[in-house]
């Protein structure tokens, strides 16, 4: 019987699902391998240590949760169609996918870790900056409205999990209360 090779993105989703299942202590090449039904060979094969494992499973975190979906709204018009478009991809995004359910398993640990809590903080930080530009089209220079919508992204999906919440409706609402404040001048200074 000839067994699949695995792949470095194989132990990169074995990461998020451990971390989403066991939390940040699911972290373990031992762990890992036996629940991928292979040696810790295969892990040291693609990876020099667990130190380079954790920053290669954050590295790929901000790379699809950020990178690639700030690149991918660039079809919208800046402003008020992109942060419209972003909450339509929010809302479309299959909810089961490892990266999403990973998301808050990634700010638990970095609860625990100083390396995660940097790499959180410096997402947290393009995110915010991306919102912002997107702010600044629509009438505002006032940082406060994109940590507004920001926080009321990753508010309710803490919230969604103890509480009935329709996360995308409500998030949905706080954009429109925001954008209509911009363009009533309520709360627009610098």
């Not at 530009?133 to 919508?149: D, E, H, I």
């Not at 995308?168 to 429109?176: A, S, T, W």
Request: with cysteine; proline share 1%.
């Amino acid at each position: 019987m000839v067994t699949k090779r695995l792949t470095k993105d194989d132990w990169l989703t074995a990461g998020f699902e451990a971390l989403t299942s066991q939390g940040y202590g699911g972290i373990r090449a031992e762990a890992l391998a036996r629940n991928l039904k292979t040696t810790k060979g295969s892990f040291y094969w693609h990876f020099k240590n667990l130190g380079e494992y954790k920053r290669c499973l954050l590295d790929n975190w901000q790379l699809l949760r950020t990178e690639e979906i700030i690149e991918s709204l660039q079809e919208f018009e800046p402003g008020e169609a992109t942060l419209y478009g972003l909450l339509e991809m929010a809302k479309e995004a299959e909810p089961n996918t490892y990266l999403i359910r990973a998301e808050m398993a990634i700010r638990e640990w970095a609860l625990h870790d100083i390396e995660a809590a940097k790499r959180v903080t410096t997402v947290d930080n393009r995110r915010i900056e991306f919102l912002a530009k997107q702010f600044k089209v629509v009438g505002t220079k006032n940082a406060y409205f994109a940590k507004a919508l920001y926080a009321s992204y990753i508010g309710s999906r803490t919230l969604k999990a103890s509480v009935k919440a329709n996360a995308n409706q409500e998030v949905r609402l706080v954009l429109k209360c925001l954008i209509d404040a911009v363009k009533k001048g309520v709360l627009v200074s610098d």
